[in-house]
């Protein structure tokens, strides 16, 4: 276990490396500098104007030296300034986070609540009414662009019905309320944007946990178990569930910067303040040390959820330490 | 503070001399008699919620260049001077001001009793200070050019300040409209990233109160304030990023006010159950602009040809609406500057042709215009992310096609645009706009000596006679006098046509009923933010005073 | 052995499904320009925002154009950025993929860790980034989609490769001398095609889903030239007065999407009985 450890600590090094230089060079092609965007063709701001900032930003150096000040810097967290308001990136990521992790569990939770017993059931009875209706659905959630069924979701539940509020994260409210008032409110906030993230998850989340169920029906200890007459439920619910969980460990690393991308949508039409949008908006307004900040920490962060699901794996699944 | 910021193109915000003027709009008017509602009338209480597509980045006066920063500096700082509801300029923080030594001494006498939001009083040295940093190269400002022409700005007493010119300089005025930021919170720490630059302290109407990031800014009325205390309590920010949510948003009667495109204002009256939309000239305007130095377009007889075979009114009709006007020179329609004794040139094809023939222009067989065996075509450029713009070229490719002019569109990546293209003056005709601001100097488009790289004279035009006027223009402290000039150069540049100047768009806006007191003024909407009131009966918002 | 597959897969009649659709809108795609009632491309001010009539099926859009025949020539469109990315994601996923898995060594080493950093950063933010700074257009929308998604086929393949590599006739046609590239397009190929294939037919309805969110992002395929996403994009502003600027592109985009991935799955469930 030790040695494998130390193995798969070490291949975090050239990743994380591989993955500051594609931020990092994904900026250069960006034509023009990063001051364009406030500058331009603004008759208040000179050319002398913009050389100064250039300068003050050590934007004028070559560029493996920016890259080399700069990864510097980021070892040691220091991404810099966001162009945008001057203020540190490393402290605008940490509001978000907070958010974009709470957004993610929340609709992470809510998916597998549903795509465990979904994927339980269709693998018991393949191509059962349950499995092809199942099927159905979950595709038809996967399948419509997410801005149109949370715009949906927004007037039926929002305007027709009234029943949630449309977008942001609280009430504009300025009693002193009891904390759980208050936390029904965020709570009502939170229900749409989780339940359209987490639809668009379900699908795979149940198609894994279905097949990955059925390798488990196939494997001879379930037959096994069959022979000795154990009971139904035991053998399913109990050995065949577990066993096929395992799997699913491995798959939340991988989910992680699609969730963290999916959520870039899904942000900005809930006026959600997370990582998603601040990316993207950083991205269309050329904000230099944001973009790459927020490509390598969600990079960093995926990294960090596979080397830790990979050891949850090999804990509970002793056989890969020895491949 | 109607005009929103858009993140997913810069281009759509409104470009030029934009953020200065940005200033004046959500100021309230000084003087009591232009408004309807005198003090002791409205009722206190009560929250606006205002929503915007973008987050503020810098709520401070001299670093900010976005419009959601401005919107919310505009209520929390004041200027020396600020314009009125009928952009005339009025004093703010100064009670008065002369004009000295032929225009090159300006004096402000300031009001005395002001304080700033934590209490300490307003004195010279905050000005002097903000004059330091609007000059200080450490300091981020894109306003340092305003001041280029200051020789110095001294403090006789702590209620004077003395601002001298090298030259006169007209516009010098208007951009003491700055806000003044306070010494002694600034004094110590970078001015760039100071902590106050997320949490202001200003003399302003409302008071800074919370920040949640991408999420809103919320500001309280001032009680101190020395044109006395704000009707509305609280002024609440919020950023929503997309505008069909705002508009659901406005529907479901959780945002007080939103901008409006021409489509959703002239949506079915049941939408706007709970609120009233208002409309009113904007300070852009929309072109269609040449490279003089091109042959194709040197004779200014196919300019104005090409002017002809343009339908300007079914533009306006088919791109905004109807909700915007047509105009005729190098100002917005509501500015002072404007010359409406300028005739529009009419939509006449058949002008066009006589016109193009005179230069040579004659159609070949299939109608298109050939002159020396070549056909007359031409690229026309936009930049990608302004749907507007690219209505208009395509608009334009149509209505030239028809009178046998083959036009190409292209729409380029912003950035590529301008510096690519613009800066090196590497394009036949362009589609663009500017935002201006509510001062009409406008000699960095238009003086012969602003051609080159980087510089807004772009198209190339040159006209001594414009030249002169420009130079003597800023040199014009008097209005009248000022005006007349600006009218002659309007009229000028409308006869030589260096652009085709397009339409003026309309500002639209929906504010909730409830609300006493949005009156729409040369100025804008907002210019009487402070004296707007909610009924005690309709108020939305209850907000209980901590003690 | 293909008679098996194609006698199972014809029981599965979602798949069956799916396939009919997508053979339908190939067909549609391919005759788009024929097929359109009305010139997709020309405006019409007057007739903006028409409700759905005998004369505009499906109404018209904010410029007056006629919604049917736009969504025509858009079926083309969403389906060449799908099987243009899909095409480049098979290219690269693949010949990687192989090379890594057959070859092994220091280039599977090299090859796997680029898979890895590819798969950790969020695709999205690498594809916004290039269409922010380079323009969007459809060819940079389509090259970037497909430059973005072929670290999961490669590991796939990759995965595939490994379990055959050792299979008795790939030892047998090595030290029989068989050169590389042959023993990889001619014994090695057709044993992984199954799990590309399926890999392949979800790839496209995921791109069309990718086109649709960028074009909401304005970084889509750009007007004029008519997309599903991004008449969509369109129709979000006029969604109070306009509902079938929004339902009919959004039917589309579900009805294709859906039909590729039930495709793809019951091709999987066909040609992989494991599971």
């Known amino acids: ?323 | 503070m109607k005009d929103k910021h858009d993140i997913p193109s810069p281009a759509e915000r409104g470009r030029g001399c934009r953020v200065r003027a940005r200033w004046f709009i959500v100021v309230c008017a000084l003087i009591p008699t232009f408004s309807r509602f005198t003090a002791g009338e409205g009722e206190y209480g009560d929250a606006y919620v205002d929503a915007s597509i973008g987050d503020a980045s810098l709520l401070n006066p001299v670093l900010l260049s976005d419009s959601a920063s401005g919107d919310i500096a505009g209520l929390v700082f004041n200027g020396l001077v600020k314009y009125d509801k009928n952009i005339q300029l009025v004093g703010d923080l100064a009670e008065s001001w002369e004009i000295s030594k032929g225009g090159l001494v300006i004096t402000f006498h300031l009001r005395k009793g002001i304080r700033w939001h934590d209490g300490q009083s307003f004195t010279a040295d905050d000005v002097l200070f903000t004059y330091e940093k609007l000059r200080d190269p450490k300091v981020h400002t894109p306003y340092s050019s305003d001041f280029e022409d200051v020789a110095s700005v001294t403090a006789p007493d702590a209620y004077t300040v003395r601002v001298t010119y090298r030259k006169r300089f007209a516009p010098g005025l208007a951009s003491w409209g700055m806000g003044i930021v306070p010494k002694h919170i600034y004094g110590n720490g970078d001015f760039n990233t100071h902590p106050a630059n997320r949490a202001p302290i200003g003399t302003g109407p409302y008071r800074f109160k919370e920040w949640k990031t991408d999420q809103y800014i919320l500001l309280e009325a001032n009680p101190d304030y020395f044109e006395g205390k704000p009707y509305i309590q609280r002024y609440v920010y919020r950023i929503i990023p997309d505008s069909s949510v705002q508009f659901l948003e406005m529907r479901n009667q959780s945002i007080d006010s939103i901008t409006l495109t021409p489509d959703q204002y002239k949506a079915y009256d049941a939408i706007f159950e709970h609120h009233q939309r208002f409309r009113y000239p904007s300070f852009k305007y929309v072109y269609f602009g040449f490279n003089l130095k091109n042959d194709l377009f040197k004779d200014s007889r196919i300019r104005r040809a090409l002017a002809y075979a343009i339908d300007r009114q079914s533009m306006v009709n088919g791109i905004v609406l109807g909700l915007g006007q047509s105009i005729t020179g190098p100002f917005p329609v509501t500015s002072w500057a404007y010359n409406t004794a300028v005739e529009p040139l009419p939509y006449d094809p058949v002008k066009a042709k006589a016109l193009l023939a005179e230069c040579g222009w004659k159609p070949d067989s299939n109608g298109h215009l050939m002159k020396g065996g070549k056909p007359f075509s031409f690229t026309l450029m936009t930049n990608q992310g302004n749907k507007v713009r690219q209505l208009c070229s395509e608009v334009i490719q149509q209505q030239l096609k028809k009178i046998g002019i083959d036009v190409t569109v292209r729409i380029i990546e912003w950035s590529t645009f301008i510096h690519q293209y613009i800066d090196k003056k590497n394009f036949e005709a362009i589609v663009m706009g500017w935002q201006l601001g509510r001062d009409p100097d406008n000699y960095m488009m238009w003086h012969s000596s602003q051609q080159k790289e980087g510089q807004y004279n772009f198209c190339g035009y040159e006209n001594p006679q414009v030249d002169r006027w420009l130079v003597e223009a800023r040199e014009t402290f008097e209005l009248k006098e000022r005006q007349a000039l600006y009218h002659k150069v309007h009229a000028q540049i409308a006869g030589d046509l260096p652009y085709i100047f397009l339409y003026c768009p309309d500002e639209l806006v929906a504010i909730h009923k409830r609300f006493r007191g949005p009156e729409v003024a040369p100025l804008g909407l907002a210019w009487n933010f402070r004296e707007w009131w909610a009924p005690k009966g309709e108020q939305r918002y209850r907000i209980e005073m901590q003690p | 052995m293909l008679r098996i597959y194609l006698e199972r897969f014809k029981q599965n009649r979602l798949a069956m499904i799916g396939f009919a659709v997508i053979v339908v809108l190939a067909v549609l795609a391919v005759l788009a320009p024929w097929l359109c009632p009305k010139d997709p491309l020309s405006q019409n001010l007057i007739a903006r925002l028409q409700t759905p009539s005998q004369a505009y099926w499906m109404g018209t859009d904010d410029l007056g154009r006629d919604v049917f025949s736009r969504l025509l020539l858009g079926t083309r469109t969403s389906l060449s950025v799908g099987f243009v990315a899909v095409g480049i994601e098979l290219l690269i996923g693949v010949s990687l993929g192989l090379c890594a898995g057959f070859l092994g060594g220091k280039l599977d080493t090299i090859v796997m860790r680029l898979v890895d950093i590819m798969l950790s950063i969020p695709t999205i933010f690498l594809i916004l980034a290039v269409l922010a700074f380079l323009g969007p257009n459809i060819y940079n929308v389509m090259v970037i989609i497909g430059l973005t998604s072929w670290p999961g086929l490669t590991r796939l393949v990759r995965g595939e490769c490994l379990s055959i590599r050792e299979r008795e006739y790939i030892q047998a046609a090595r030290t029989a001398g068989i050169s590389t590239s042959r023993i990889l397009f001619v014994h090695l190929l057709p044993n992984v095609i199954a799990p590309i294939l399926v890999s392949a037919t979800l790839g496209v309805a995921g791109a069309i889903l990718t086109e649709s969110a960028l074009s909401f992002l304005g970084l889509g395929v750009q007007p004029p030239d008519p997309s599903w996403g991004n008449i969509l994009a369109i129709g979000r502003d006029y969604l109070h007065i306009a509902w079938w600027l929004s339902l009919f592109p959004t039917l589309a985009i579900l009805i294709t999407v859906l039909s590729f991935n039930l495709l793809g799955e019951g091709l999987r469930d066909v040609l992989d009985p494991r599971t």
């Open chain 1, 1 to 323: 276990m030790g040695n494998y450890l130390l193995k798969r600590t070490l291949h975090l090094v050239p990743t994380l490396l591989g993955i500051s230089l594609i931020s990092f060079f994904l900026m250069q092609l960006a034509p023009g500098g990063p001051i364009d965007q406030m500058a331009d063709l603004n008759p208040r701001v000179t050319p002398e104007v913009k050389a100064r900032i250039q300068k003050d930003l050590g934007l004028d150096q070559p560029i493996l030296v920016q890259y080399g000040r700069w990864l510097k810097r980021i070892v040691l967290f220091d991404f810099g300034i966001s162009l945008k308001d001057n203020r540190p990136v490393i402290r605008k990521i940490g509001e978000r986070l907070p958010a974009t992790l709470l957004l993610n569990i929340l609709s992470i939770g809510l998916a597998l609540l549903l795509a465990i017993p979904i994927g339980f059931f269709a693998a018991i009875k393949p191509r059962s009414l349950f499995d092809r209706l199942t099927t159905v659905f979950v595709f038809v959630g996967f399948s419509v662009p997410t801005y149109a069924v949370a715009l949906l979701a927004m007037i039926m539940f929002g305007l027709k019905l009234g029943w949630l509020p449309i977008s942001g994260l609280s009430s504009m409210s300025w009693q002193p309320l009891p904390w759980w008032t208050k936390g029904w409110d965020i709570a009502k906030h939170l229900l749409l944007p989780t339940l359209v993230l987490g639809l668009t998850s379900l699908a795979g989340l149940s198609r894994y946990m279905r097949s990955s169920m059925l390798e488990v029906i196939h494997q001879d200890f379930i037959r096994a178990a069959e022979a000795e007459g154990l009971g139904y439920w035991r053998i399913y619910g109990v050995h065949a569930l577990r066993n096929a969980l395992i799997p699913m460990v491995t798959l939340f690393g991988l989910m992680l910067p699609d969730l963290i991308g999916g959520g870039v949508i899904i942000e900005t039409i809930f006026a959600y303040p997370g990582m998603g949008r601040l990316g993207y908006e950083a991205i269309m307004t050329r904000d230099y040390n944001l973009i790459m900040a927020v490509t390598v920490i969600s990079g960093g962060l995926t990294v960090m959820g596979n080397f830790l699901a990979d050891l949850l794996y090999a804990y509970v699944d002793p056989r890969i330490r020895y491949r």
